[in-house]
C-alpha cells in the first residue's frame, strides 16, 4: 500500500508540489500522469526516500522509505535507467545488487530470464546496452528482490513496440498476483492499456484521481436523431437536462433507459443512444493540464 498525504515540497523559494495526496492499493497499477515539470518526480523521490518532504508524508506499508528494513526486498525502484555503471556487464550490476539486497545468484539469473536479458545479453558491458536494454536491466534490478511494491518513472522509455507490450504484461501480471505499482509514464495509450487507477498532476497539484473506468467513462447519455430539435424538445419535455454533445448529437443526464423512454413516450426517432464520453485518456490528460490554472481536483470515488 504506497500513501501520499498531504506532501509538499520546496526547493528555496520554488514550490515544486503542494499539498499531494493519493493512495496506491494491492492488486492494482496507478498511472502517475502529468506534463513536464508537473511534480510527478519530485513525488516519486520523496516516496523513495531521495527527497525530504517540506510538509506531509509519503509511505509504503505505513511506514517512510528510509525506516523499511532492507527496502529492496520490498519495493523495487526504477527511477533512472541510465544510472548504472557503464564499464560492468549486465549480469555484474544485478550480481551486486544481489549482494546487497541478501538474495541468490538463482535470483540473477531468474530476472535476467524475465527481462529478456539472459545469455550473451547479460554479458555485455551496460555502456554498450541501447536504451531498451537499459530499461530491462533496471527493471530487473527493480525485481531482484522479489518486492511487493513497483516504483517507476518512464520504465518503457527507449523500447520497441514488442517491448512495450511485453512490458505491460509484466505489470500487470504483477498486479494481479496482488503487487502494487506505481507508474509514471508520458506514453499515454500504454498507461490507459494498463492502469486500474489514475491520477493527473499539473503545476505541482493534483488534477484527477480515481479508478480508469469511472474517470474516462464519462457521464450522461448521448443521443442522435435524424431531428435534433424535436429530440431536444422530447427529452425537456421529460424533465432531462440536456446540452450539445460531440458533432450534432446531445448528452441527456440522465441513464439510456429513462432517455430512450422519453424519446419513445414522444414519438421521437433515434440513430443512436449509448452512455457519453469515453474519450479516452489523451482527451483527459489535455483537458486538465491545459487549462489556465484555475484547475479544480477531478475525483471520483473507485
Known amino acids: 500500500m504506497i500513501t501520499i498525504d498531504s506532501l509538499t515540497k520546496r526547493y528555496g523559494a520554488q514550490l515544486a508540489v503542494s499539498d499531494v495526496s493519493f493512495s496506491c492499493t494491492p492488486g492494482t497499477v496507478t498511472g502517475f500522469l502529468g506534463p513536464n515539470g508537473a511534480g510527478k518526480s519530485t513525488t516519486l523521490r520523496a516516496l523513495v526516500g531521495l527527497a525530504t518532504p517540506t510538509s506531509g508524508t509519503a509511505t509504503i506499508g505505513g511506514r517512510a522509505y528510509r525506516d523499511l528494513p532492507n527496502a529492496g526486498r520490498q519495493v523495487g525502484v526504477l527511477l533512472d535507467a541510465g544510472a548504472q555503471h557503464a564499464g560492468r556487464t549486465g549480469r555484474e550490476v544485478l550480481t551486486l545488487a544481489a549482494l546487497v539486497l541478501g538474495v541468490g545468484q538463482e535470483r540473477v539469473d531468474e530476472v535476467l530470464g524475465r527481462v529478456g536479458l539472459a545469455g550473451k545479453p547479460a554479458a555485455k558491458r551496460v555502456g554498450n546496452y541501447s536504451l531498451g536494454m537499459k530499461q530491462r536491466l533496471g527493471l530487473a534490478a527493480a525485481l531482484l528482490g522479489d518486492p511487493q511494491v513497483l516504483v517507476l518513472d518512464e520504465p518503457a522509455n527507449g523500447l520497441d513496440p514488442d517491448g512495450i507490450f511485453w512490458m505491460r504484461g509484466l505489470l500487470r501480471g504483477f498486479a494481479d498476483r496482488g503487487g502494487t505499482v506505481l507508474l509514471s509514464s508520458h506514453l499515454l495509450r500504454e498507461v490507459e492499456a494498463v492502469a486500474d487507477q489514475l491520477v493527473v498532476i499539473a503545476g505541482g497539484r493534483i488534477v484527477a484521481r480515481g479508478s480508469k ?19 431536444e424538445r422530447a427529452l425537456r419535455t421529460a424533465g432531462i437536462a440536456v446540452v450539445p454533445g460531440e458533432g450534432d448529437g446531445l448528452v441527456a443526464d440522465a441513464d439510456p433507459l429513462a432517455v430512450g423512454q422519453a424519446v419513445a413516450a414522444a414519438g421521437a426517432v433515434l440513430t443512436e443512444l449509448r452512455p457519453a464520453g469515453g474519450e479516452g485518456l489523451e482527451e483527459l490528460f489535455r483537458s486538465l493540464t491545459h487549462a489556465d490554472g484555475s484547475q479544480q481536483v477531478q475525483e471520483v470515488a473507485a
Open 213 to 231: 473506468q469511472e474517470l474516462l467513462g464519462g457521464r450522461g447519455t448521448l443521443v442522435r436523431g435524424p431531428d435534433r430539435v424535436v429530440l
